[in-house]
């Protein structure tokens, strides 16, 4: 008898990705809700690893019988592609829709080391997370908790704790307002000013 292979470590950096919606077919494709501006954007197509989260962390309801894990563990696809703008997977030894199915409400992760690079002026909105914004004047307008997008551009949500009083500010993550971006200090510089 051989042994089982060892299930490769989990990574520290992983970044959820996307959700799977359910069955895609009857052949043990999934649907999947990628989290990027489109589906032909997501990571998924050019990231090989991916990770299920647990079901703890996915807030959803498992389906009854569904097997419960502790802790993410590695997911292989057979092909992953975009169909009529929705991002559909064969996962390696899923041949049926109930197997699929199955997957539903489970949350995929990635290993950011993973990613491809975002591009000049590109980022992507996890890597903002935790930035301090600066305007002008050196003056903290507080740290990046989120970047929601709104159709047009995106948004980047601010916290700040100034004398007990929580302080919340919402900045167009565009040109004109966002002027330096150093990911590397974690910092973020913007034209705009505090009592905004």
Known sequence: MTPAAAAPPIPPDLVEVGRILGAWGV???VKIDAFADSADQSVLLQVSSWWLMPAGQVGGLVKPGAQLILEPVPFQVERCRVHSGVLVAQPIGFATRDQAEGLRGRVIAASRSAFPPAGDESYYWFDLIGCQVVNLRDESLGEVTGVDDHGAHAILKLA????????????????????????????????????Y
């Open 160 to 195: 700040q704790t100034v004398a007990g009083k929580r302080i919340e500010r919402l900045i167009p993550f565009v040109g004109v307002y966002v002027l330096t971006v150093d990911l590397v200090a974690r910092r973020i510089h913007v034209d705009w000013e505090q009592d």
């Open 27 to 29: 052949r043990g494709w």
